[in-house]
Nanobody
Framework: EVQLVESGGGLVQPGGSLRLSCDASRYSFDNYNIGWFRRAPGKEREGVSCLSTSDGSTYYADSVKGRFTISRDNAKKTVFLQMNSLTPEDTAVYYC?????????????????????WGQGTQVTVSS
């Protein structure tokens, strides 16, 4: 059963903005970490940003710090990634992923490790 569903990708010009959404309303775990990862053609997966649903703390990769903002609508169990000042280097398939909440590691490690469950991905293309 698909538990994480991304939306919001598309084509945007350099300097533009997009907001990605991850619907986790059917996610069956509590106090989990959830975040965004991306994979560009020919490159390894990169952790972008994540947050803890237990305390709301957030973490960002250096490559997006100051440009991207992760947030969560607790009532709708939806996680957003607001992406501003986009560059062609941000072009990738963006995935939402979450762990099962059974771990004691921090957000930095989650961004490296990845999640236990993944969405199907949404394409973001930054091009003029």
């Amino acid at each position: 059963e698909v538990q994480l569903v991304e939306s919001g990708g598309g084509l945007v010009q350099p300097g533009g903005s997009l907001r990605l959404s991850c619907d986790a309303s059917r996610y069956s775990f509590d106090n989990y970490n959830i975040g965004w990862f991306r994979r560009a053609p020919g490159k390894e997966r990169e952790g972008v940003s994540c947050l803890s649903t237990s305390d709301g703390s957030t973490y960002y990769a250096d490559s997006v710090k100051g440009r991207f903002t992760i947030s969560r609508d607790n009532a709708k169990k939806t996680v957003f990634l607001q992406m501003n000042s986009l560059t062609p280097e941000d072009t990738a398939v963006y995935y939402c992923a979450a762990d099962s909440g059974a771990y004691a590691y921090g957000l930095r490690y989650f961004l490296f490790r990845g999640g236990d469950y993944w969405g199907q991905g949404t394409q973001v293309t930054v091009s003029s």
